[in-house]
């Protein structure tokens, strides 16, 4: 059970988290400015375009030098720069309280170290749970001096009840928070299948990350489980009674797999950017490695 | 098929198979685990189940493979065993006990093939009367012996142990293989067992087991009715090879009749030639040996029938100036060997005693005298008609007598050269006179005529003549018989009905030579060379001399007769079923030796017969096989294909898995 912000992040990690950042493959208009281009023409000063003067425009940006030689009045466009709205929405249901490491575990220490690098790069970041039928919200965090806040609310979460993925997108989706890019932090062990959640997040301006969270146990059952079982779900409390044999190892892992091919290409569907993580995958790794390779750091 | 032990078999099925069904009923005891998901437990495993403690029962085939064992298995507990046939109903059981049943060719610990039929059939009826579970009808049994003459040891009875003790009580005879008699016997005994179905419209059925090597001499005879079924069990092996002496014969020397030389004859029924060494035994003691082993030559197919190799060897003469009794036989027994050895009886040597009848018959006189007979006694007829009406062993005690012209009104019993008119000798017929015969045949063969030349034989006048008792004319004139032999009962003839001065005969050489020879032919019937060998199975007659007497002959390997004197003084001990020596004797005093011969060549072959033809039916009865033992315990196949069974589970089991 961690208890401190520093079991979250530690001080090496954030020092070499010093120099990512968020990538988004949009351009969002955030509600302030930050320190990245956005669609909308503002008052940074990087050109963008010009446009004919209209009655009612703010004269201070007529291009004067075109007006001289050509004496029409053009008027300068810029670049507005935008802060990045950066939210993770977080699996707290019971399934992701088990694994070594624990799957809750990890998905807060890889929030707060993606939230370290949003905040960091003066990134907006808001953090949502999802367990039972709470949904429980951390947003408005912004600047460097937040991160200490962003660490005592993911100390502070507790797993329980079930996930509903696609309740939880449809709280994303009308939650207001802007566009910007969105982390789902889940093991994504969904009945429904994620495709019904996933509809209601896309074609709302998200650059959706759907990170899959397994614990080793998930992917290599053998190596804990053995003989005759009766495996007991964590989160509906349902039975099943298995006899741990090799055709049943077998037959779970091409399960997994198809499961996880259903989850990658309903996400290719919507755009969305699937990816398999184990819990006992070191931090630095993904983060450093990993992540950048998949276009979710730079 | 019965079951030895059926309750512990349902036992066994019953308590196994609730709790087998359980376990397939019952879930497994599993440990508990809590995963984050079944989602895809759920979907991967093949033995999930509902949450409940009982489930419906599903088709599996381990079950199915279980119960098969769990099946297999209470069964084998139940001891099943397989039967020879059918069990109720009336059976007959035909022991072979011929001679060639000794045979000593068979496995296991059986001294010889009739103590392994024996032994079958006793197993055959503890089969027919084992009961069981589901069979609980027993058959009515009949035991007969059959070989030589058949015997009914045991009618029909539903107890098996009557049964058994008539079965144990067969011995061995060494006559031949006769099935139709035995079989005759049976129907007479079911026709007698139940007077009132004689005329019921379906005759009950009976089966016919017959327990033999199939060597069987008589299968031509053997019909069977429609209620009739015939089972045969083979017994002994089909490769046994015999050899027999099948007969010995003695030859005295003309010049010293105490020597006499022997003579043999062998038989060989194997397919291979073979050599044997063979000795002249005397009275037990070893005689004589050939020098050399006699090639035996093989059995061969002649016309279609398998003709045994023969060969007749003679031994060098020996001297039996006491006679004694004398055996030719193997020195290497085989697989049969009571058919080894074949013996005679050589009485002594004995003189001529003749009687001459008619006074001054200088003629026969002078051709007697040339006999040198030991004595040469001349009566009239009436006075040797008065001596032997006095005596009645008086006209046997001549080996021969010679009578010319006037013969006793009634012929005594005893050994007759007769010359003239025959008319009122008893078993021939005369028909008046006939003149002027030649001779137009004779039979050469015939010892009468050795050395004897009738050609230039002209009868002047002779008497016409037919002999009625057991005759046979030796010279056939053109006017009919000039002389005959006639070998009755009591009375040993050789008629000449003519007188010899009424024809050329005592003037050619050709007479003496008859004459001799007929004296000599008479003299064998009362001083035989040999005592001819008694027929297997015959009685032997004994004149005690006075009722009351005990009389027993004692074969050689212990059997023994016992027969008692009747009113006239003679007593008829037997049957003599044993091959070899019989000792005739009257309270411990030896009265005589008695050899008694084989039944013949045929029951010699020994190679066992798997099936039994029967030409009249056109019909073959296979060999009932391993099926004489009667039951076949099938407990040990079951627990081997329950073996196999658990194999196949567990192939089957790690297959699915």
Known sequence: MMK????????????????????????????????????????????????????????????????????????????EEEDLSLLFAIDCSTSMDAGTPRKFDFVRRLAMSLGYIGLVNQSRVGCFAFGGDRVERLTGLRGRRRVRELGEWLLSRESGGAFDFSKAMRTMALGGQGRGVLVVLSDFMLADGADAGLRAIAGRGFDVFAIQCLAPEEVEPASVLTGDVRLIDSELGTPVEVSMTSRVIEAYAERLRQHTEALRDASVRRGVTFMQVRTDMPMDDLLLTYLRRRGLLK | ????????????????????????????????????????????????????????????????????????????????????????????????????????????????????AKQAAAERIAALHAGGFWLGDSASIMVVAFGGQPAVMSGFTDGPDQATRAVEAIEPVDGATSLSEAIELVRGALATANPDDAGAAAPEEVVFEVFSDGRVVDLAEVALRPEERLVFHSVGAADSMNRSVASIGMVRDPEDPALVKALARLIHWGSQPTEAELELVVDGLPRSVLPAPVAMPAAATVDGVLRPGEVEVSFP??????????????????????????????????????????????????????????????????????????????????????????????????????????????????????????????????????????????????????????????????????????????????????????????????????????????????????????????????????????????????????????????????????????????????????????????????????????????????????????????????????????AIEWWWYLRQV
């Open chain 2, 1 to 116: 098929m019965t079951w030895l032990d059926p309750v512990t078999g349902l036992i066994a099925m019953g308590s196994i198979l609730p709790p087998l069904l359980a376990l397939y009923i019952l879930k497994l005891r599993r440990r508990t685990r809590t995963v984050p998901s079944t989602l895809l437990w759920r979907t991967a495993t093949a033995d999930l189940r509902a949450n409940v403690p009982f489930q419906r029962l599903r088709f599996s085939v381990l079950l199915l493979l279980q119960l098969i064992v769990l099946a297999l298995l209470a069964m084998a507990l139940a001891q099943p065993e397989s039967d020879a046939g059918a069990r109720a109903g009336r059976h007959a059981l035909f022991i072979d006990r011929s001679l060639s049943m000794r045979a000593r060719d068979v496995d296991g610990d059986q001294p010889s093939r009739l103590d392994a």
């Open chain 1, 4 to 79: 401190r912000v520093d079991e979250l992040l530690d001080s090496r990690l954030m020092a070499r988290l010093d120099t990512l950042d968020v990538v988004s493959r949009k351009v969002f208009m955030g509600k302030v400015q930050g320190e990245r281009r956005s669609r909308r023409r503002g008052q940074s000063v990087e050109f963008a375009d010009f446009r004919p003067y209209v009655p009612g425009d703010d004269l201070r940006f007529v291009d004067w030098n075109i007006y001289g030689r050509l004496d029409r009045l053009f008027l300068k466009l810029f670049l």
């Open chain 2, 317 to 646: 003469a020996i001297a039996l100036p006491e006679g004694g009794v004398v055996e030719a036989r193997f020195t290497m027994p085989d697989d049969l060997p009571g058919d080894d050895g074949a013996a005679l009886v050589v009485p002594p040597p004995r003189d001529l005693r003749l009687a001459l009848l008619g006074a001054d018959d200088f003629i026969l006189r002078s051709a007697l005298e040339s006999l040198d007979p030991a004595s040469l006694e001349e009566f009239t007829a009436e006075e040797f008609s008065q001596r032997a009406a006095g005596d009645p062993a008086f006209s046997r005690s001549f080996d021969a007598v010679v009578a010319r012209g006037a013969f006793p009104a009634t012929l005594p019993p005893g050994r007759y050269l007769l010359f003239g008119d025959p008319t009122g000798v008893p078993g021939v017929e005369t028909f008046g006179a006939k003149e002027g015969s030649v001779v137009v045949g004779t039979r050469g063969d015939h010892a009468l005529l050795r050395f004897v030349a009738v050609d230039e034989l002209v009868v002047h006048s002779h008497t016409a003549m037919v002999v009625t008792e057991r005759g046979e004319v030796i010279i056939e004139g053109s006017e009919g018989p000039l002389a005959a032999v006639s070998v009755g009962a009591s009375r040993q003839l050789v008629i000449v009905p003519f007188d010899p001065l009424d024809s050329n005969w005592p003037f050619q050489r050709g007479f003496l030579n008859f004459v001799s020879n007929a004296v000599q032919w008479l003299a064998s019937f009362s001083r035989p060379l040999t005592i001819e060998p008694r027929e297997v199975g015959q009685s032997e007659r004994v004149e005690a001399g006075q009722p009351g007497v005990s009389i027993s002959a004692v074969h050689e390997s212990g059997t023994v007769r016992q027969a008692t004197s009747g009113a006239d003084g003679l007593a008829i001990v037997g049957p003599l079923d044993r091959i070899g020596l019989w000792r005739i004797q009257s309270g411990g005093t030896p009265i005589r030796t008695v050899a008694v011969r084989g039944p013949g060549p045929d029951e010699s072959r020994i190679d066992a017969a798997s099936a039994l033809p029967l030409p009249s039916m056109g019909a073959t009865i296979e060999s009932a096989g391993n099926s004489t033992g009667g039951r076949r315990a099938l407990w040990p196949w079951l627990l081997l294909a329950s073996i196999a069974m658990l």
